[in-house]
């Protein structure tokens, strides 16, 4: 499987993680989430989460309201509870 825009295929073998990271930038704010295959059940499943959740967080941004050239505080934590951050 080969990385896509916006997602990155980790793959090392000497490393406990491997699967997909998602990594999207917008409006001064990076969104970052990693999926593991062990989670998911494996690359193919971990990217089709990964594709959805991109998916998802690319039409929240797109759509969102702008205070100065960057994202407002609403947005970024609406972006940051889809992802599951703290």
């Known amino acids: 499987m080969k990385s896509k825009r916006n997602l990155t295929r ?3 073998e000497n490393t406990a993680f491997q699967g997909w990271r998602l990594c999207v930038s917008r ?4 969104f970052t989430k990693y999926f593991s ?3 998911y059940g ?3 499943k971990a990217l089709d ?3 959805k959740t991109l998916s998802d ?3 929240l941004l797109e759509g969102s309201k702008r205070v100065n050239g960057r994202l407002s505080n ?3 934590k609406k972006a940051e509870k889809m992802l599951g951050a703290p």
């Open 37 to 39: 295959d062990k989670q």
């Open 49 to 51: 989460a990964a594709e």
């Open 57 to 59: 967080l690319k039409s």
């Open 74 to 76: 609403v947005t970024v």
């Open 27 to 30: 409006g001064g704010v990076t």
């Open 42 to 44: 494996g690359g193919r």
């Open 10 to 12: 980790f793959t090392y």
